[in-house]
């Protein structure tokens, strides 16, 4: 019970107390948390407490950075609760293979994120920095009040705790395996008939399918997307099958970052976390996030910066939130694709956005769609598109690449059709993916 009073405090906290009247008040308000959380957080950890050495809180927009590698290379030292990286592994790893995601150390629940074998991450997170998050997550996405009734269905690659927090009251959570059979969660989500459903854009996208058949029979309140990138093809079908606007919900094991308000705009969680930009391209709004979240104390996140690459909006959203804005979640920085400039040996970066405008420019009626890069003068491309008009899509395609490449001033790569998308077995797809390393 003190548990759920935690949690409806947070959320009402989230939700009515904390409101910025201006971008001036949020900045001064993330300032003054910044101060306090890196005095009282960094003693705690022998890593950030050696990093910082000789570098002034005052300047904490300025304090060196760190990422993912050097977070995993130090995590004994960087956590303030004494986790070791091997012990946290064993755990993570076990429950991934029983699918149990129950044990914790101590009271902390061990997560693990995903990414390439060698390349995995883990994150810890404190039974009261559960509590925090299940409040905030409730505040921001539920549909309307905490004190009706919801059913969430969430699909997810793992379950963790965390989520377990959430299953309170008259919030009903159920967790839906990404690697279970479609047949099951058909049966399941029929019985269940979530009012919230959650889940990757590609999951999203097979439900619909199921519903146009008439073998799915639910009629979800809000529908939200999350772990992958949601591409414009996907979000209109989708709207079109469940008959209103897709959310969004942009949170990563390193932080709740964003979040879609009324309009369907995605805001950052600036009362959570410090977003810094470290801008690929201004002009286009394009840059890497850096964050800083003055919410996480077990495996404190300072001046992060995230392999994601986000978009700006141009114009302020109707809703009148000073959170900044986003026109889009571009990707991962490592699905960047490369052409080689004319008559030089130098890279040009092509945004995965322009990748996309390249395919979806080429015809109204493609379904799916996967583009990966292969070798600098090769991309590969996946097409599912009626028989009829592929011959004249491919013509699109090509003349669509040749004028990108020719604004670059680039060689134009050869391109290849594959017939087959490969196997996701629970990983997340990419329809833009670098398949090198540069
Ligand atoms: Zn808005």
Redesign the pocket.
């Known amino acids: 019970m003190i548990e759920q009073l935690k949690i409806l405090m947070t959320y009402l906290k989230s939700k009515y107390f904390i409101r910025f009247h201006s971008r001036e008040v949020l900045e001064n308000w993330q300032d003054k948390k910044m101060k306090n959380f890196l005095k009282n957080i960094v003693p705690l950890s022998p890593f950030y407490k050696k990093y910082y050495e000789g570098f002034s809180y005052d300047n904490w927009k300025e304090l060196p950075l760190v990422d993912k590698n050097r977070m995993m290379e130090y995590f004994d030292t960087f956590n303030t609760v004494g986790i070791k990286k091997d012990e946290a592994f064993q755990i993570a790893f076990q429950a991934e293979k029983t699918r149990d995601f129950s044990p914790q150390i101590h009271d902390i629940t061990i997560g693990l994120s995903s990414g390439t074998s060698g390349n995995r991450g883990i994150f810890l997170a404190s039974k009261n920095e559960r509590i925090k998050w299940a409040g905030t997550v409730l505040a921001k996405c539920l549909p309307y009040s905490i004190l009706k009734e919801h059913k969430i269905a969430f699909f997810l690659r793992a379950n963790s705790n965390l989520y377990d927090t959430v299953d309170k009251g008259k919030i009903k959570f159920h967790f839906f395996d990404l690697l279970d059979l479609m047949d099951d969660h058909i049966k399941n989500l029929n019985t269940y008939k979530p009012s919230i459903l959650v889940a990757p854009p590609s999951m999203l996208s097979m439900l619909a399918k199921k519903i146009k058949t008439g073998m799915l029979k639910i009629d979800p309140q809000k529908v939200i997307s999350v772990a992958e990138v949601l591409d414009p093809l996907d979000e209109k079908y989708l709207s079109d099958v469940f008959n209103q606007k897709i959310h969004q919900v942009y949170q990563c094991t390193e932080g709740f970052l964003a979040t879609?308000?009324?309009?369907?705009?995605?805001?950052l969680n600036e009362d959570l976390l410090v977003i810094q930009k470290e801008y690929l391209d201004k002009n286009l709004g394009k840059f890497i996030p850096i964050i800083s979240d003055f919410s996480r104390t077990s495996q404190p996140i300072i001046r992060y910066r995230l392999n994601d690459i986000l978009t700006e909006k141009k114009m302020p959203?109707?809703?009148?939130?000073h959170?900044t804005?986003l026109e889009q979640i571009e990707g991962r920085c490592d699905d960047l694709f490369y052409f080689r400039k004319k008559e030089s040996d130098t890279l040009i970066p092509v945004f995965p956005d322009f990748i996309r405008r390249v395919i979806s420019l080429s015809s109204d009626e493609i379904k799916q769609y996967k583009v990966n890069q292969v070798r600098l003068d090769l991309i590969e491309v996946f097409l599912e598109v009626s028989d009829d008009r592929k011959k004249n899509m491919k013509k699109e395609i090509e003349k669509n690449l040749e004028r990108l490449c020719n604004q670059f001033n680039c060689l134009i790569p050869k391109i290849q059709y594959i017939h087959k998308l490969e196997e996701q077995n629970g990983k997340k797809l990419r329809r833009v993916e670098r398949k090198f390393e540069i």
């Open positions: 879609t308000c009324e309009y369907g705009t995605l805001h959203c109707p809703c009148g939130s959170f804005a």
